[in-house]
C-alpha cells in the first residue's frame, strides 16, 4: 500500500543491487590495491570490474577517465576547488542558471567570491525553463565556466544540454553539468556530450537505483589531468619527498583514502540493471506517468502546477502548490495515505525566489511507479484541499 513518490531524493535499490553489496562483503571484503595477498586482489579487481561497469553503461571508452566520489555534491566541488580555483581570475565571469541545485549553485558561487570573479544567473521563462537568449548575453569573452543541471531536480525541466554547450564553448568557457537527475532518466552516451562540448558530467548512484555515498565525474581527459587534487592522502599519491609530493595517474588522482567499493560494487549493479531494462523503456515509462499526473492534477482546480506543461520537456518530476494548503501540510496528510513526496524549497532556493513561492510540493516517479500512485496522489490531494477547506 506503499506510494513512494520521492525517487528524485534517493530510489529504492532492487534485490540485484543489494546482492551484489552482499556478495562483495561476504567473499571478496579486503583493503584494495594495498595487500599483496589474494583476498585483496579480489577486492582490487571488484572495484576496477565496477569501473568498467559503470564506464560501458556511459559509453565511455577510456574507464580512467571515471572519478569515484560520494555522489553529485562532491563531485562538483571537486571541479570548484580542483579547475576553479586555480583557473579563475579577478574579473572573470561564473555563469550558472535559475533553475540549479545549491550543489551546482554555492560552489561556483563561493569559488568566484573567493577569486573576485563575477558570479552571473541565467533567468527563466514563464514555464519554468532557462531562458536561452538571457543566457546567451551574459557569456561573453570573460566567461570561464559555464555550469548547469541535465535536468532541474525540482521542476523535472529538461535543459538542452547540446545548445547550452555551443553557447560556452564558442566563448572558450568550461562547461560543466550537474547530471543527478538526468543519468537515471536519459540516456546518457559521454561520445555524444564530449561531442556538443561538454567538460565534465557529474551523477549521484543513490538516484539510479545504486547505494547511497557513491557516485562519479565523467570527464575529457585533458581537462581531469589539468585539474588539482581536492584531497590528499592514500592511493592518490606517487612520490611524498620532505618538501614535494607527486601525484598519482588517473583515477586514482582523485580517489584518496580507503576506495568505498562495496558501493562501487553496488553501482555496477544498478547500471547494469537499468541497461537490463534500458533507458529508452525507462524514458517512454516516465512520460507516459507523468502525462497522466499532470492531467489528473491539472484537472485540480486549486492546483497550480510548475514548470513545462509538456511531459517530453519533463523527466520523472511534478511540482505543484495547492491553493489554500502549504505544501509541508499537504505532504503530512499524503504520507496519512502512504503517498510519500518532498515538500520544501528542494535545495533550490534562487529557483523558489522565481516562482515566488516559499516551497512547492514535488512528486517523482521512477520504473517502480505506475498509475495507482498517480491515483492515489490525485486522491490525496483532493483530500487534503477539502479538510483545509473546513
Not at 579547475?83 to 542558471?97: A, K, N
Amino acid at each position: 500500500g506503499l506510494h513512494y513518490l520521492d525517487s528524485a531524493a534517493t530510489t529504492q535499490k532492487p534485490a540485484a543491487v543489494l546482492d551484489a553489496m552482499r556478495g562483495y562483503y561476504e567473499h571478496d571484503n579486503a583493503n584494495p590495491h594495498r595487500g599483496a595477498y589474494a583476498l585483496s586482489a579480489r577486492a582490487t579487481q571488484r572495484y576496477h570490474d565496477a569501473r568498467e561497469t559503470v564506464a560501458r553503461f556511459f559509453g565511455v571508452r577510456d574507464a580512467s577517465t571515471i572519478i569515484f566520489t560520494r555522489g553529485t555534491t562532491e563531485a562538483i566541488n571537486l571541479v570548484a576547488h580542483g579547475w576553479g580555483r586555480p583557473m579563475l581570475q579577478p574579473g572573470d565571469d561564473v555563469v550558472v542558471t535559475g533553475l540549479e541545485h545549491h550543489a551546482n549553485f554555492v560552489p561556483w558561487q563561493q569559488v568566484a567570491r573567493d577569486r573576485g570573479a563575477r558570479f552571473l544567473i541565467a533567468e527563466l521563462t514563464a514555464d519554468g525553463q532557462v531562458d536561452l537568449d538571457h543566457l546567451q548575453s551574459l557569456i561573453g569573452d570573460r566567461t570561464r565556466v559555464v555550469a548547469f543541471g541535465h535536468v532541474s531536480n525540482a521542476l523535472g525541466t529538461i535543459n538542452p544540454v547540446a545548445e547550452i554547450a555551443a553557447m560556452a564553448k564558442r566563448a572558450g568557457a568550461l562547461v560543466v553539468v550537474d547530471g543527478a537527475q538526468g543519468a537515471p532518466h536519459l540516456e546518457v552516451e559521454w561520445p555524444s556530450l564530449d561531442a556538443a562540448g561538454v567538460d565534465l558530467y557529474a551523477f549521484s548512484g543513490h538516484k539510479m537505483l545504486g547505494p547511497m555515498g557513491i557516485g562519479g565525474l565523467l570527464g575529457r581527459r585533458s581537462v581531469l589531468e589539468a585539474m588539482s587534487p581536492y584531497q590528499t592522502g592514500g592511493d592518490m599519491i606517487d612520490f611524498v619527498g620532505d618538501i614535494e609530493t607527486t601525484w598519482n595517474v588517473l583515477p586514482h588522482k582523485f580517489e584518496a583514502g580507503t576506495p568505498n567499493v562495496a558501493d562501487a560494487v553496488g553501482l555496477g549493479a544498478a547500471c547494469d540493471y537499468l541497461s537490463r531494462i534500458g533507458m529508452a523503456r525507462v524514458r517512454a515509462h516516465e512520460v507516459a506517468l507523468i502525462g497522466q499526473a499532470l492531467e489528473r492534477l491539472a484537472s485540480i482546480p486549486e492546483v497550480r502546477i510548475h514548470g513545462p506543461m509538456d511531459p517530453a520537456l519533463r523527466s520523472g518530476v511534478v511540482a505543484f502548490t495547492v491553493e489554500g494548503v502549504h505544501p509541508h501540510d499537504l505532504a503530512t496528510i499524503l504520507d496519512d495515505r502512504n503517498v510519500c513526496i518532498r515538500a520544501g524549497h528542494h535545495c533550490a532556493q534562487p529557483l523558489m525566489r522565481r516562482l515566488q513561492v516559499p516551497a512547492t510540493a514535488r512528486a517523482s516517479f521512477y520504473v517502480y511507479s505506475d498509475g495507482d500512485d498517480v491515483e492515489a496522489l490525485a486522491a490525496g490531494v483532493e483530500q487534503a484541499i477539502t479538510v483545509f477547506a473546513g
